[in-house]
Structures are given as structure tokens and as C-alpha cells.
């Protein structure tokens, strides 16, 4: 019986040695590309893009959906954006290099309100909200808490509504006391690692994931144990969350406009993109065929046109979106 204690006890040990090193070694291979800044307790990361003197934007912040980090939606916007606005990317609190803060920001009222005070820290009063998939929930938490400093809200395969079902096992675990710290320090890095790229190529799906995605937008960063723990925490709140707060997205009167895929199987378009165009008065939806959960990398133009949309200027999104899905329908032949 001691010898078989001792054999459990050496391989959980030798297990969380594995664990704890190979979390060090993702902050190796994805060093912080932002800047650590205290908002009331505990520090945010983000990256901020001055206003240039050419600006035709108002200022944009983007806001990333599970399991990613300020640098997702940077290598889709940054380079395409430069020289037209003031940029704010940041890591959500518990995610990416930001701190996760008090219990409150494990829930997306709590994050829009440390989003706000990092807006404050790098003195943007106002600005367009992009969010991208959970990022949704948070940006339109922040239209509803914050109204006076959104300039308008462009919202990309947005989770924002209650859906039929539960969640995946392993987010109810993860959030179980003891339990929970266990799975995400021993199980969470490994089988993450192996299971990051088919998991990222089903994220894209049915379109094609850029070669360079994982290390560019540093995925890996969300295997390591306590922000994979708190990324689930995240996700196992959400579903009680929208049940309570989606009847208030009535009061949004921002100019918005959703963007959204007839294949995206990750956050089912009926539910969600059509629930908040059907909730926030005066709203433009956007559906394009084909497109899978990531229009910030699919159909990037109609993303950017969304935004000068609500800047208030002329776009034709409707023109866009056929001519990204005739391309998108030319990719899919080759």
C-alpha cells in the first residue's frame, strides 16, 4: 500500500513539475507585447496606438472572446487600422498578462467596468466597442453600464443571448474548488497542447485558418493553468449571466451594427447575432454565407466598414458582404 501511495504521489508530483514548465515555457515563446497598468487593485495588460495626427476614426477598443488575448484581434485590425485611429487592445482581466482582479470580474458587467477604467488610465473618454465572440456579452455590458462613452459598437459573432443546453464538462470542472485547480494544473496544459490546433482549425471552420494563427495571436498563452481556469470560470458564469441581462439590451441606443456567419457552429447566429439586431433598436445585422465564427480574420474589410459605419460614414456593407463571399467561395475551390 506505501508503495503504491508512494508511486501516485511521485507521478503527481512529476506531473505538476511537467505542468509548471511547460506554463513557463509558453510565457517563453509569447513574451508581453503590453504594458501592465493598475485600474483599482490589480493591473490590466493592453497595448495602446496613440492618435495619429491623420485620424478619420474616433477611438476603437477591442475587446477578445474566450480562450485568446489582446494580440487575437491586434493581427487582425492593428496594421489595417494604422494611421485612422486611436487603438486600445487588451487583455481581459485573468486572461492574456492582465491580473484577474475581484470575484465580480468573473463576470462580464465586472470586466466592462475594469475595460472602463482602463479606458480612463490611458485617457480615451469615448471610443467604438469591436468584440469579438464572449467579447459580445462584455461590450454590451459596457453599452448598458457605460453609455456615455460609446461612440458605437460593432459586435463580431457576438455570445450574447441564453441558449438551449449547458456548457462543456470540463468548464464545470475547472471552476470546482480543489478540483478544479487540479484539472487546470495537470490535465489543462498537455491535452491543450495536443489539442490546440485541431481546436483552433474547428474555430475557423468551414474556413480556412491562416498558417501563422496560433503563434501571431499567442494561443497557447490561455493553456496555462490559471488562465485556463479562469477562461472556464468565464464561460461556466455566462449562460446565468445573459439569462439576467439580455432583457435590458433594449436600452442600447448606440449606433451598432453585428456581424455574423450562416456556419458558424461555435455561437449559433439564430440565437445570439439575431437576438441583439432584434433587442437593440435601429441596429444593422449582417449575415454572411460561409463564413464560419471569425470575421475579424475572414472578412476583415466588412469589420472595418462596420466601424466606419457607426463612425458614421457611407459604406455599402451589403456590397461587401457578397464580395467577401465570393471570395470566400473562391478559397473553399482551391
Same mark, same amino acid.
Given at each position: %500500500?506505501?508503495?503504491?501511495?508512494?508511486?501516485? @504521489?511521485?507521478?503527481?508530483?512529476?506531473?505538476?513539475?511537467?505542468?509548471?514548465?511547460?506554463?513557463?515555457?509558453?510565457?517563453?515563446?509569447?513574451?508581453?507585447?503590453?504594458?501592465?497598468?493598475?485600474?483599482?487593485?490589480?493591473? %490590466?495588460?493592453?497595448?495602446?496606438?496613440?492618435?495619429?495626427?491623420?485620424?478619420?476614426?474616433?477611438? /476603437?477598443?477591442?475587446?477578445?472572446?474566450?480562450?485568446?488575448? /489582446?494580440?487575437?484581434? %491586434?493581427?487582425?485590425?492593428?496594421?489595417? /487600422?494604422?494611421? =485612422?485611429?486611436?487603438?486600445?487592445?487588451?487583455?481581459?482581466?485573468?486572461?492574456?498578462?492582465?491580473?484577474?482582479?475581484?470575484?465580480?470580474?468573473?463576470?462580464?458587467? $465586472?470586466?466592462?467596468?475594469?475595460?472602463?477604467?482602463? %479606458?480612463?488610465?490611458? $485617457?480615451?473618454?469615448?471610443?467604438?466597442?469591436?468584440?469579438? &465572440?464572449? $467579447?459580445?456579452?462584455?461590450?454590451?455590458?459596457?453599452?448598458?453600464?457605460?453609455?456615455?462613452?460609446?461612440?458605437?459598437?460593432?459586435?463580431? &459573432?457576438?455570445?450574447?443571448?441564453?441558449?438551449?443546453? +449547458?456548457?462543456?464538462?470540463?468548464?464545470?470542472?475547472?471552476?470546482?474548488?480543489?478540483?478544479?485547480?487540479?484539472?487546470?494544473?495537470?490535465?489543462?496544459?498537455?491535452?491543450?497542447?495536443?489539442? !490546440?490546433?485541431?481546436?483552433?482549425?474547428?474555430?475557423?471552420?468551414?474556413?480556412?485558418?491562416?498558417?501563422?494563427?496560433?503563434?501571431?495571436?499567442?494561443? =497557447?498563452?490561455?493553456?496555462?493553468?490559471?488562465?485556463?481556469?479562469?477562461?472556464?470560470?468565464?464561460?461556466?458564469?455566462?449562460?446565468?449571466?445573459?439569462?439576467?441581462?439580455?432583457?435590458?439590451?433594449?436600452?442600447?441606443?448606440?449606433?451598432?451594427?453585428?456581424?455574423? $456567419?450562416?456556419?458558424?457552429?461555435?455561437? @449559433?447566429?439564430?440565437?445570439?447575432?439575431?437576438?441583439?439586431?432584434?433587442?437593440?433598436? +435601429? &441596429?444593422?445585422? !449582417?449575415? !454572411?454565407?460561409?463564413?464560419?465564427?471569425?470575421?475579424?480574420?475572414? !472578412?476583415?474589410?466588412?469589420?472595418?466598414?462596420?466601424?466606419?459605419?457607426?463612425? +458614421?460614414?457611407?459604406?455599402?456593407?451589403?456590397?461587401?458582404?457578397?464580395?467577401?463571399?465570393?471570395?470566400?467561395?473562391?478559397?473553399?475551390?482551391?
Amino acid at each position: %500500500m506505501l508503495f503504491v501511495l508512494t508511486g501516485f @504521489l511521485a507521478a503527481l508530483l512529476a506531473a505538476f513539475g511537467f505542468s509548471t514548465y511547460q506554463a513557463s515555457a509558453f510565457e517563453r515563446e509569447n513574451v508581453n507585447r503590453g504594458e501592465l497598468i493598475d485600474v483599482g487593485g490589480f493591473r %490590466m495588460n493592453s497595448v495602446h496606438v496613440p492618435r495619429p495626427a491623420g485620424a478619420d476614426l474616433p477611438p /476603437l477598443v477591442f475587446i477578445h472572446g474566450a480562450s485568446a488575448n /489582446l494580440n487575437d484581434p %491586434m493581427t487582425a485590425f492593428r496594421a489595417k /487600422l494604422e494611421g =485612422r485611429a486611436e487603438m486600445l487592445f487588451l487583455d481581459r482581466p485573468g486572461l492574456g498578462y492582465s491580473e484577474r482582479g475581484g470575484p465580480r470580474n468573473a463576470f462580464p458587467d $465586472g470586466q466592462a467596468n475594469a475595460i472602463a477604467a482602463l %479606458m480612463t488610465k490611458r $485617457g480615451i473618454d469615448k471610443a467604438i466597442i469591436v468584440a469579438h &465572440s464572449f $467579447g459580445g456579452a462584455i461590450a454590451a455590458s459596457f453599452a448598458l453600464e457605460h453609455k456615455e462613452r460609446v461612440a458605437g459598437l460593432v459586435f463580431l &459573432s457576438p455570445a450574447t443571448h441564453p441558449w438551449p443546453g +449547458g456548457i462543456d464538462w470540463y468548464y464545470s470542472v475547472a471552476r470546482i474548488p480543489l478540483i478544479g485547480d487540479l484539472f487546470a494544473t495537470l490535465v489543462a496544459p498537455p491535452v491543450g497542447l495536443a489539442l !490546440v490546433d485541431t481546436a483552433t482549425r474547428s474555430v475557423f471552420a468551414p474556413n480556412h485558418r491562416p498558417d501563422n494563427y496560433i503563434a501571431a495571436a499567442q494561443i =497557447r498563452l490561455a493553456l496555462r493553468p490559471r488562465q485556463f481556469q479562469n477562461n472556464a470560470i468565464d464561460i461556466a458564469n455566462l449562460l446565468d449571466y445573459v439569462k439576467r441581462v439580455s432583457p435590458r439590451y433594449t436600452e442600447i441606443k448606440a449606433p451598432t451594427v453585428i456581424i455574423t $456567419g450562416d456556419r458558424d457552429k461555435i455561437v @449559433l447566429p439564430e440565437i445570439h447575432s439575431r437576438g441583439l439586431a432584434r433587442d437593440i433598436a +435601429g &441596429s444593422r445585422l !449582417v449575415t !454572411v454565407h460561409n463564413l464560419g465564427h471569425k470575421p475579424d480574420y475572414i !472578412v476583415t474589410d466588412l469589420a472595418i466598414a462596420a466601424i466606419e459605419t457607426v463612425a +458614421g460614414q457611407p459604406r455599402d456593407l451589403d456590397a461587401i458582404a457578397r464580395a467577401d463571399e465570393a471570395r470566400i467561395a473562391k478559397d473553399n475551390e482551391n
